[in-house]
């Protein structure tokens, strides 16, 4: 206990020393680094980089996962389906556990989500390595591997994003402000999403690039199967590297995080009020119409975008017979939906959110069905790659 006491007071002093200068380099010009309200600048900023590592590892996977697992783990296509059936149902309940958790810490030393943020990045980062770090053995026990290591990331990720999300109510000023910051980590996610298509999707550029150079050399000679061997070596230590990047990115926008977010204590509720329990706040929260519709509404529009990006590279590389522009394909369409989002912003003034979300999603319809009939003209997969950018950009509003 005095150990980890020691490294608490270590870490506050550390944490104490850098918001102490980020505040007097500031000080001189407040008006400039306050944006709309009581929140400064700097601590908006850094609160939005700390949302990068949840979209850059949840980007990587849903391009990359699939293709990783069915081609280079070379998994029966049953166990993927069970792999990532498995993830996104224990990701459905752990959020909620630790959301729990969560609310029921206590404040310590370095703030009340801190600690969680802090104490979960390490083990995150080695988790997401894990992912694509495939022992050699039977099927069974790749099958085993693949979800202990699916679940285990997705367990981490839950303990550092819904801290992460709570933080938000921890900033300090008023409403709007802590909107002005919702607004910078929604930028700043999006940025995100972009990274990770461009990582990962030069990773599968270079895949379909040996495997194309791998059943070439199979055509011209029969008899020997090295290539294809040398080439699944390749692809491995490709995603190999990529994990590290991210890993890299991971550790760098946590630590910014930590050392630029100064946790703000909460007005105290009163003793006469009694706090309601968790489940009849889930009753209440449940039985709300207004809040049914949102919930159902956001969920079919999220899966349907998550399907649509997991199988994107699955799909360009297998189907369409796109594999070496699969990079090429994921920056214009999240292009073009982070360029899309002050469109829509405008337009969401103008006549309402419901009516741009009905829009915006409409849209998403008719490009999916183009690219599936016309799936080999890479003009029209381009267009069509625009269109739904323009439509996954009204998912950024929802929230709003």
Same mark, same amino acid.
């Given at each position: 206990?005095? &150990?980890?006491k020691?490294?608490?007071?270590?870490?506050?002093?550390?944490?104490?020393?850098?918001?102490?200068?980020? =505040?007097?380099?500031?000080?001189?010009? =407040?008006d400039? %680094?306050?944006?709309?309200?009581?929140?400064p600048?700097?601590?908006?900023?850094?609160?939005?980089?700390?949302?990068?590592?949840?979209?850059?590892?949840?980007a990587?996977?849903?391009?990359?996962?699939?293709?990783?697992?069915?081609?280079?783990?070379?998994?029966?296509?049953?166990?993927?389906?069970?792999?990532?059936?498995?993830?996104?149902?224990?990701?459905?309940?752990?959020?909620?556990?630790?959301?729990y958790?969560?609310? #029921?810490?206590?404040?310590?030393?370095?703030?009340?989500?801190?600690?969680?943020?802090?104490?979960?990045?390490?083990?995150?980062?080695?988790?997401?390595?894990?992912?694509?770090?495939?022992? #050699?053995?039977?099927?069974?026990?790749?099958?085993?591997?693949?979800?202990?290591?699916? &679940?285990?990331?997705?367990?981490?990720?839950?303990?550092?994003?819904?801290?992460?999300?709570?933080l938000?109510?921890?900033?300090?000023?008023?409403?709007?402000? #802590?909107?002005?910051?919702?607004?910078?980590?929604?930028?700043?996610?999006?940025?995100?999403?972009?990274?990770?298509?461009?990582?990962?999707?030069?990773?599968?550029?270079?895949?379909?690039?040996?495997? %194309?150079?791998?059943?070439?050399?199979?055509?011209?000679?029969?008899?020997?199967?090295?290539?294809?061997?040398?080439a699944? %070596? =390749?692809?491995? /230590?490709?995603?190999?590297?990529?994990?590290?990047?991210?890993?890299?990115?991971?550790?760098? &926008?946590?630590?910014?995080?930590?050392?630029?977010? /100064? =946790?703000?204590?909460?007005?105290?509720?009163?003793?006469?009020? %009694? #706090?309601?329990?968790?489940?009849?706040?889930? /009753? /209440?929260?449940?039985?709300?119409?207004?809040?049914?519709?949102?919930?159902?509404?956001?969920?079919?529009?999220?899966?349907?975008?998550?399907?649509?990006?997991?199988?994107?590279?699955?799909?360009?590389?297998?189907?369409?017979?796109?594999?070496?522009?699969?990079?090429?394909l994921?920056?214009?369409?999240?292009?073009?939906?982070?360029?899309?989002?002050?469109?829509?912003?405008?337009?969401?003034?103008?006549?309402?959110?419901?009516?741009?979300?009905?829009?915006?999603?409409?849209?998403?319809?008719?490009?999916?069905?183009?690219?599936? &009939?016309?799936?080999?003209?890479?003009?029209?997969?381009?267009?069509?790659?625009?269109?739904?950018?323009?439509?996954?950009?009204?998912?950024?509003?929802?929230?709003?």
């Open positions: 206990m005095s &150990c980890f020691k490294f608490t007071d270590h870490l506050q002093v550390l944490k104490s020393l850098v918001l102490k200068r980020n =505040e007097d380099r500031n000080s001189g010009s =407040e400039h %680094q306050r944006g709309s309200g009581g929140i600048l700097v601590r908006k900023v850094c609160y939005a980089v700390g949302g990068v590592p949840y979209q850059i590892t949840t990587a996977i849903s391009v990359s996962l699939q293709i990783f697992l069915l081609d280079v783990v070379q998994m029966e296509v049953s166990s993927v389906s069970v792999v990532l059936f498995a993830s996104r149902a224990w990701d459905a309940l752990t959020d909620p556990l630790v959301g958790l969560v609310s #029921r810490s206590r404040w310590t030393p370095v703030g009340r989500l801190s600690p969680w943020l802090l104490l979960s990045t390490p083990f995150s980062i080695l988790s997401y390595l894990l992912l694509w770090f495939v022992p #050699r053995g039977s099927a069974a026990l790749t099958l085993i591997w693949s979800l202990i290591t699916t &679940c285990l990331f997705e367990t981490l990720m839950s303990c550092y994003h819904v801290p992460y999300v709570s938000n109510m921890f900033l300090g000023g008023g409403n709007r402000d #802590r909107d002005s910051a919702t607004a910078y980590r929604m930028s700043v996610e999006m940025l995100a999403m972009l990274l990770a298509s461009v990582i990962q999707g030069q990773v599968v550029s270079v895949y379909n690039a040996e495997k %194309q150079e791998a059943c070439q050399h199979l055509d011209s000679d029969t008899t020997s199967a090295s290539p294809p061997a040398a699944l %070596q =390749e692809t491995r /230590k490709a995603f190999l590297t990529s994990s590290l990047v991210m890993g890299s990115v991971f550790f760098l &926008c946590s630590l910014v995080l930590f050392l630029g977010v /100064k =946790e703000q204590r909460a007005p105290l509720v009163s003793e006469d009020r %009694q #706090r309601p329990s968790c489940l009849s706040s889930l /009753k /209440k929260m449940i039985r709300h119409a207004p809040y049914q519709r949102l919930l159902l509404g956001s969920v079919f529009s999220a899966l349907a975008f998550q399907m649509s990006l997991g199988n994107f590279a699955l799909f360009c590389s297998h189907a369409a017979g796109q594999g070496g522009h699969v990079q090429l994921l920056l214009v369409l999240l292009a073009s939906s982070s360029a899309a989002v002050p469109l829509w912003q405008t337009v969401l003034l103008k006549i309402g959110k419901k009516a741009t979300v009905l829009i915006g999603l409409s849209l998403f319809i008719p490009a999916v069905i183009i690219v599936a &009939c016309v799936p080999s003209n890479l003009p029209v997969f381009l267009v069509m790659c625009v269109l739904m950018g323009f439509s996954v950009a009204t998912i950024f509003l929802l929230p709003w």
